[in-house]
């Protein structure tokens, strides 16, 4: 794989070098996403290869309590309650963050700490 030094490979690079850690482990994972629009959080199992539940700025039901504009950190912050809450009505108490690749900054920080007073833990 060629990668240019740019900011999309930087983050793939270090994406690559998290999964491959996080591979060893075999835990479950909080994985996010970011768009400059939404946001979107999965909770994903590494030995069944399948994802247990996921909440985005996408759906219906969510769309509807945000504002207009759902790339803020108050959509990330709910987003985050939003996947904390499910996990914990599924059993699922820890998790290992993966931040895919971005920077622990601004909506991801927010989503994460969110996710943690929630009653996740990381």
Known sequence: MVLLNNKLSSRKRRSLKM???????NVI?????????HIYAQIFDINTSTVLMSASTLEQ???RQL????GNKQSASF?????AHR?????????VFDRSGFK????????????RKAGLKF
Do not use: D, M, N
């Open 61 to 63: 039901g969510i769309q």
């Open 19 to 25: 999964r491959h850690k996080f591979k060893s482990l």
């Open 104 to 115: 622990y900054h601004g909506r991801v920080k927010i989503l994460a700490e969110s996710a």
């Open 29 to 37: 994972r909080l994985i996010i996403h970011r768009t400059s629009r």
């Open 87 to 95: 996990a914990l009505k599924k059993g699922i108490q820890s998790v």
């Open 79 to 83: 987003i985050g309650l939003i996947i």
């Open 67 to 70: 504002s207009s504009y759902t």
